[in-house]
């Protein structure tokens, strides 16, 4: 059985940080390419950053580049979201995916002051 949990939500005000993690179990992880996406309210789902399997490469969407950054470890099974300078914007409920279509329950992110 597939399971991915995700951890590290909270909150915190404008210019604050959190490192959400997802911990993976029941599958290959260290052969899937892993998200993060995030909903905020009455939004949909939006894909946030991403990490392929092999040498990692990393995306992220344009709003949080040089502020969030995704990593895995491999012999742990996770993967983490270094979030850094976050502003209201950011507020969603986060979620991870692993390629193709697992997901976790999510985790609530609130920026606010």
């Known amino acids: 059985q597939v399971q991915l949990v995700e951890s590290g939500g909270g909150s915190v005000q404008p210019g604050g940080s959190l490192t959400l993690s997802c911990v993976t179990s029941g599958l290959t992880f260290s052969t899937r390419a892993m998200s993060w996406y995030r909903q905020a309210p009455w939004e949909e789902r939006k894909l946030v950053a991403s990490?392929?399997?092999?040498?990692?490469?990393?995306t992220y969407v344009d709003s949080v580049k040089g502020r969030f950054t995704i990593a895995r470890d491999n012999a742990k099974n996770t993967v983490s979201l270094q979030m850094n300078n976050l502003q209201p914007e950011d507020t969603a409920v986060y979620y991870c995916?692993?390629?193709?279509?697992?997901w976790g329950k999510g985790t609530q992110v609130t920026v606010s002051s």
């Open positions: 990490i392929t399997s092999g040498v990692g490469i990393t």
């Open positions: 995916n692993a390629w193709p279509d697992y």
